[in-house]
């Protein structure tokens, strides 16, 4: 995947200077990109800049044309969906933030995103011919995306057929973008392939007997120091993880229901968003298989395909996430039966945007008689995490307000 070359970034999170971080130009700003939080701090900023810091979000949840000030097209959209949106298009168009967007003078300073660029100008125009264009030939479902013409490439989208593609060696199939339309004759219940992989894991005896764990590790964002990381997860779906970073701790939490991220004030003046729709399905799915037992909670309506990852043979489960509309799917290794990704679809109004969750280093847990991935790596549209896990202890008591919304992140203590 290109993910890693070159994601769209607003801003680096590297820290190499122990001076207030500012602006890395636009070519620095292209090789490192930022990592988990950062988008969600920037919707926070948006959604706070009235609150001083420190003080807790509003539990209302902001739509697009309240919380920014020069939104026309992308209305009626809570604030997380909205950056999604920008995520997407940046994904698509293969443009950083502040290609589009007037760069920040000042760390922090948002309101020059409101201002008008001529690129910007260009992709509302876009957004609107986009909307004109399904509406007209496909009854307003959204079979066209900005991908479909722009795939990843600056500039105006190609108009003339390469032949050195046509009759060069065909890209490599994506293992994502497997589409399973029905289940593959002969293919296993996707209960048999939960059932092998409960298994491979220990048993679903023991499996079932984990009621909740504490993960201790280091977590290592795109073009950031390494942080130590503690994951509380409760079954069957709490889990708040804490990156305790050098400008102080980035935690998302779920408590079932409901699912927020606090990030440092250092970061952006804001304290905590609330996640929605495909943001909340995503911290309830990682909340939900962060127990192997979870597995069969995790998906509906699954049917099984094949493919391959690393030219490895897996099984794939598509379905919709349990309590949630976002299309998901979990791939199994066809040998050890062990879950070995998650990819998972955030739906915008403008097009779906792919989270991908890999795990490996499947580890026995002491006491426990299962065995964990301890080794996840996450990977989206504006950055990756690397979380090597060093220790799970199962069966803890776990307070309970560890998954209730978390308090505005503040700086460590020196
Ligand atoms: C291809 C151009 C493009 C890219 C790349 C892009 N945006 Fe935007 N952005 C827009 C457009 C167009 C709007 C206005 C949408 C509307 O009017 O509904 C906008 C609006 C915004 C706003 C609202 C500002 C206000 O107060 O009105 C924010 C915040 C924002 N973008 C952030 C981002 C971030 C962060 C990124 C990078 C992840 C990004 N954008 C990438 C085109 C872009
Ligand atoms: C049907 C094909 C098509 C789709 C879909 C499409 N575009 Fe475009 N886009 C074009 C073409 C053709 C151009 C070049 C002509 C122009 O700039 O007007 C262009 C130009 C652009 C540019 C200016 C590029 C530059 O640097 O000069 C931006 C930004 C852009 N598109 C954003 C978007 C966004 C955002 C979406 C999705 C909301 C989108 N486009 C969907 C065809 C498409």
Redesign the pocket.
Known sequence: MKLGSRP?V?WSNSRKTGAARSLLSRGEVRAAPFALGA?AT?ALA?LNTASAAGQAAPAKQLM?EQA????????GIPVDE??DT??F??AA?N???I???AEPKVEGD??V??EETP???T??RM?LMVQAINRTNFGGARVVTCYTCHRNIQGAPKITPSLAEQYGEPPPVDPNEVEIKRQAPGAPSADQIFDKYLQAVGGAQKAAAISSIVFKGTYQGYAEPKANVDIYVKAPDQRTMIVHTDLGDRTTACDGSNGWMAAPAADKPFPVIRYTAGDLDAVRLDAVLSFPDGIKQAITKPIVGSSSIDDKEVVVVQGIANGGRSSIKLYFDKQSGLLVRQVRYADTIIGRVPTQVDYSDYRDVARAGVKLPFHVITTWT?GRSDVLLTSAETNVAIDAAKFNQPPPSSPPRQ
Not at 68 to 75: D, P, W, Y
Request: hydrophobic content about 45%.
């Open positions: 769209p607003l988008m920037i948006l697009s920014f000030k020069n939104v026309t097209v992308l209305k909205f950056m920008m995520g298009i940046s168009t443009y950083n933030c290609d589009c967007h948002w309101s995103f409101a690129r910007k100008a992709a509302r957004i504006n």
